[in-house]
């Protein structure tokens, strides 16, 4: 697409880019068949241009194409029209169409993305591109009016997917009626795992968002969370399970596994203190910062561990009221 | 700081497809660089630059949980192709320049691109 000299100027937000990316991926996802005039109105080349100005004004449309025995011959637009006016003046315009028309005719595919037709009009300056099947049939007509409008509907029609989810997620808590309902999430994480790493986390924090969690909480979830999901794959014998119990007022992150175990808790929880390998070290990781960076996000930090048995790591987050996950909050959700 | 700024003062250039013109222009308000991933976490990165010399998926992750805006590449490195597709699917854009991690943040920091502080200090 072209670059809008305007656009380069503003900062963009990141929900206005994600929107802009939006609208220039769905350049390469809708097709002109999707978009087009589908119910045109066509002329032949011996009709008046008086015959084409009455069509142009009933149909409130700007342009046609110009067919002769089944074949597609030109395009007649408004501004041949007015160049008729010009020629004749108002109520003499008896010359025929093939007269004014542009026969020069410019086609696209009804199956090509609307990315082709959008080149189309910055190259040619045209204001309507016939559109044609595999078998070079007139199947409509599309204008840089079309692509706005298909841009828009699209754009509407995610807006309201992804809105209804959000809707249905963030009411959860108030839909369903019991003395204490929690969302309990569970994860098992393979240890080694070092390609799907973060995962867990990351479905954890998006569901967060999704149930309208501010993007401080989610952010704070998030990283107690993929520390702990890290050392279930780097220090578990056999894996382990990250549990996250969601309620209103707080969210409980657990992880437990089956060993090794810990020799001695306190020691790992000074800061630098890692019993990581190079390698792991090497990835980035198993710098003993993790449990303190979990601890720093979190309210409530419970680590028991039992060499030869196995670690279990529980951590509370609360939520202030503004925070919590209720109606009166869900205007977030919306956002 | 736009991404397109950051390309230009540090030599780099985006790893995968060509970004739309949208992410070229997305803007971070600081930079933060650091090989242990746990250091990313332990700063507020959120709308930043994270600059890294690792090139493993993890990375990505690291700076989706961060909310970081986009991730710079240095000393050469090139991603493997599990970093990019994450990178895609996350919506986190990876630039690599040859510069080491002490000149590209050297240039940034000079340009204007503000530091990132400890998340315990921004409360």
Do not use: W
């Amino acid at each position: 697409m072209e670059q809008d000299p305007i656009r380069q100027e503003r900062v963009i937000t990141d929900a206005a880019a994600g929107l802009i990316t939006r609208v220039e991926e769905l350049a390469y996802e809708l097709k002109i068949e999707e978009v087009m005039t589908r119910d045109i109105k066509v002329v032949t080349p011996a009709m008046t241009m008086q015959e084409v100005l009455n069509l142009f004004r009933e149909g409130r449309i700007s342009g046609a194409p110009v067919i002769l025995e089944e074949k597609l011959v030109g395009i007649i637009s408004l501004e041949d029209l007015i160049r008729a006016l010009q020629d004749y003046g108002r109520g003499e315009l008896h010359a025929p169409v093939a007269h004014y028309m542009t026969s020069k005719v410019i086609t696209v595919n009804a199956l090509d993305p609307i990315v082709e037709a959008l080149k189309l009009f910055a190259q040619t300056r045209f204001g309507r591109l016939a559109v044609t099947d595999n078998g070079n049939k007139l199947v409509g007509i599309i204008t840089k009016g079309d692509i706005t409008r298909g841009l828009l509907n699209a754009i509407q029609r995610d807006y309201q997917a992804e809105e209804l989810k959000r809707y249905r997620a963030s009411h959860l808590f108030e839909d369903i009626i019991s003395d204490r309902t929690s969302l309990i999430l569970r994860y098992q994480i393979k240890p080694r795992d070092f390609t799907h790493g973060g995962t867990a986390s990351s479905h954890i924090k998006r569901a967060l968002l999704r149930l309208g969690a501010t993007p401080q909480i989610a952010r704070r979830c998030g990283i107690a969370v993929y520390e702990a999901e890290m050392n279930l794959i780097i220090h578990t014998d056999h894996g382990g399970e990250v549990r996250v119990e969601i309620e209103p007022h707080q969210i409980v992150m657990e992880t437990v596994d089956d060993g090794p175990g810990i020799e001695d808790v306190e020691l790992a929880l000074k800061p630098g203190y890692s019993t990581a390998t190079p390698d792991i070290r090497e990835m980035g990781f198993g710098a003993g910062m993790g449990l303190k960076n979990i601890q720093r996000c979190v309210n409530e930090f419970l680590l028991e561990s039992l060499p030869g048995q196995g670690t279990r790591l529980q951590v509370k987050i609360h939520l202030q009221p503004e925070e919590t996950f209720s109606d009166n909050n869900h205007a977030r959700a919306a956002d | 700081m736009r991404l397109q700024d950051i390309l230009s003062l540090t030599q780099a250039q985006f790893f995968g497809l060509d970004p739309a013109p949208a992410v070229v222009n997305r803007e971070v308000r600081l930079g933060f660089g650091a090989d242990l991933m746990s250091d990313v976490l332990r700063y507020d990165v959120a709308q930043g630059l994270m600059i890294t010399g690792l090139v493993n998926p993890q990375i990505v992750r690291t700076a989706e949980m961060a909310d970081a805006a986009a991730i710079l590449i240095v000393r050469g490195k090139i991603p493997p192709p599990e970093t990019n597709d994450l990178a895609g699917r996350v919506g986190i854009p990876i630039m690599g320049t040859e510069m080491s991690m002490f000149e590209a943040c050297g240039r940034l920091y000079q340009a204007g691109l503000p530091p990132a502080r400890r998340q315990d200090e921004v409360g």
